[in-house]
């Protein structure tokens, strides 16, 4: 267990887990400027049975962010922000990337952060998969972005976006995410046109846009996700 930690101004990465196996998180406290580049404040590649619990996270970059070949992780009340959000990924960039299977984020409160909770998949990739990922009961408050699905995700134009994805994203939900979103477009789901995104369920989203360009929408691409509950923004408003 890693408990009562308090980590100020790192330079990169405040914590990186790899290669780990049953790490319990709890408590941390992870504060950078919302201006300091690469400053996530926990890194994850290949590791297994991972929970972060009860901390509280402000960077530059993601919050929590998820490489490849992770399986069977918890982040549950955990509070972000400044940041980019919760993500998995990026995805997709190098060769002999593995898996990540069993993501659970739940009970989290996002507050001024670039994104809220996401999957960013680099394309041009080669062929893999990830599964079993689901984000439920998220609080958000003025948080540009707050549901993606990215599989175009091209920093930089540092790659070949004409090429899609290959890896095949599925058994995916969205549950109970509301609050405040500080872009109009609050849910977008970009799927690749090779590889389309199964098993993807968005249910109870209640996000308010106040800009004055109207009201929010959501975008779905190669995707048909099964919809349940209140949708606001109405679900796949834009195809």
């Not at 890693?2 to 330079?11: A, M, P, Q, V």
């Amino acid at each position: 267990m890693i408990r009562g930690i308090t980590s100020l101004d790192d330079k990169q990465f405040h914590l990186h887990v790899f290669a780990c196996k049953n790490v319990t998180i709890f408590h941390l406290n992870i504060k950078a400027p919302g201006d300091s580049p690469n400053t996530d404040g926990i890194h994850m590649g290949r590791s297994t049975g991972i929970n972060i619990i009860d901390s509280k996270i402000g960077t530059g970059d993601d919050c929590i962010s998820l490489g490849d070949g992770n399986r069977d992780i918890l982040i549950q009340k955990v509070a972000c922000g400044p940041g980019h959000g919760i993500s998995i990924g990026s995805l997709g960039k190098y060769e002999n990337e593995e898996p990540v299977v069993g993501v659970k984020v739940v009970d989290c409160n996002l507050r001024n952060t670039m994104n809220g909770v996401r999957i960013k998949i680099w394309p041009a990739s080669l062929p893999g998969a990830s599964s079993n990922m689901h984000f439920e009961n998220i609080y958000m408050r003025n948080v540009s972005n707050p549901v993606i699905i990215d599989q175009v995700y091209c920093p930089w134009n540092q790659c070949k976006a004409q090429i899609p994805s290959k890896i095949k994203i599925s058994q995916v939900s969205f549950k109970n995410i509301r609050g405040t979103s500080q872009t109009k477009e609050a849910v977008k789901l970009l799927c690749s046109n090779e590889i389309p995104c199964e098993n993807v369920e968005i249910t109870d989203i209640d996000l308010a846009y106040q800009g004055s360009d109207g009201p929010a929408t959501s975008q779905c691409t190669n995707v048909n996700p099964t919809i349940l509950g209140k949708q606001n923004p109405p679900a796949c408003t834009l195809k």
